[in-house]
DNA sequence: GCTGCGATTATC
DNA sequence: ATAATCGCAGCG
């Protein structure tokens, strides 16, 4: 059948583990226009920000911090980290990095490439998830080993932005670092 | 066992 | 500019 055929086509050229290996600014470049496969259908990255880990006051790692939330952002890269936020909405991270280095990447928008709806919201963190259905049960999965949801490489040519990380008023010094990138142009960047 | 807040969003 | 809304980190 054709979505199976087609669903094998994209994971040819899924990304290994080796590509989430490195530290979140990396990745978070990295990651910028590549494509997110979810239940089949392709959604293209344009907005990331980067979350460096334990010397970043942004983090939710800051300090070496590890509870039960933050446990899968110490897991190897290309696994996922997903969080409740303002009592209403999850925000889904790529973790970068080798085991016990927590860093992440937060997803802030993705554009869908097979959709037939006219304009999806999927511009803004908290929305692409709504959109999606990623929530919990997403905690700690894996993108390069298991099927629902990967991420695929692609050549898509764009123009890169970089700016300061959104809603991280309380991160001093480190509120001012331009560890946000995002698709020039592009219609599902959120607002700023 | 409490308290206050947040990697957001929609609406005023 | 601000309300909505609640899991959980921090506290002691």
Redesign the pocket.
Known sequence: MGKVINIMSYNEKRLNRDFYLVDAVTLAKNLLGKILVFKGERYRIVEV?A?MGVNDK????Y?N?R????EA?YLEGGRV?V???????Y?M?VVANKKDTPQ???I?GIEPLDYTEDKP?T????????KLGID?SYYGYDLVTEDEMYIIDDDYEYEMVESK???????EEDKDRLWRYYIKGNKYV??K
């Open positions: 920000e979350y942004a983090a939710h790692t300090k911090r509870t039960k939330r933050t952002m980290y969080y409740f936020i303002y009592g209403m909405y925000n991270n992440a990447v937060l802030r919201s511009n803004g963190p908290g929305k692409l998830c709504r919990k990380r959104i809603n991280i008023d309380y991160a959120s607002k």
